[in-house]
């Protein structure tokens, strides 16, 4: 993942923050390896004096948030690390897997850890604010957490 610049401003990576600091950031002890656009979901350790997290594993797990894109230096975190983990609120370029319409609600695919139109069962983890047309694309999302389909 590298930053490309053009006249203007970075190009869009994945995990790259749009709002800046007006969605809700939590600062958290890392369990496991992750990296930068990444699902993450809380991690029950017991005796911990910090929050805990570690990478969602299913489409149904109860997705805390997304590990932002920091810089092409830093995009991929370590056991023990401390990260920032973007939650609600938060304006966040995330990967498509398929074709996606703006104002969709969005789950986790976790092969990837890219974004889908969600399905009945599965966690919401926000609403695509732009479309996608096919796997890949990067496209903006603003989180919330567990939005339902009925």
């Known amino acids: 993942m590298a930053e ?23 600062s958290a ?7 930068a656009g990444d699902f993450v979901k809380i991690k029950a350790v017991a005796g911990s004096k910090v929050l805990v997290v570690e990478a969602a594993a299913a489409d149904t797990d109860n997705v805390l948030g997304v590990i932002p894109y920091e810089s092409a230096k830093k995009n991929a975190y ?17 990967t498509a897997s398929a074709a996606i319409s703006a104002g969709a609600t969005v789950m ?15 966690t919401g983890v926000g609403i ?8 890949g694309d990067l496209i903006e999302v603003l989180l919330k957490r567990n939005l339902v389909v009925a």
């Open 4 to 26: 490309t610049l053009n006249l203007f401003t970075y190009a869009d990576v994945k995990g790259r923050v749009v709002n800046g600091d007006k969605g809700l950031g939590l």
């Open 108 to 122: 986790p695919v976790i092969s990837g850890m890219k974004v889908a139109t969600q399905t009945t069962g599965k």
């Open 78 to 94: 370590v056991d023990g690390d401390m990260v920032t983990v973007q939650c609600d609120y938060t304006r966040i370029i995330c």
């Open 128 to 135: 695509a604010l732009r479309p996608a047309t096919t796997d």
């Open 29 to 35: 002890k890392l369990y496991g390896t992750i990296n």
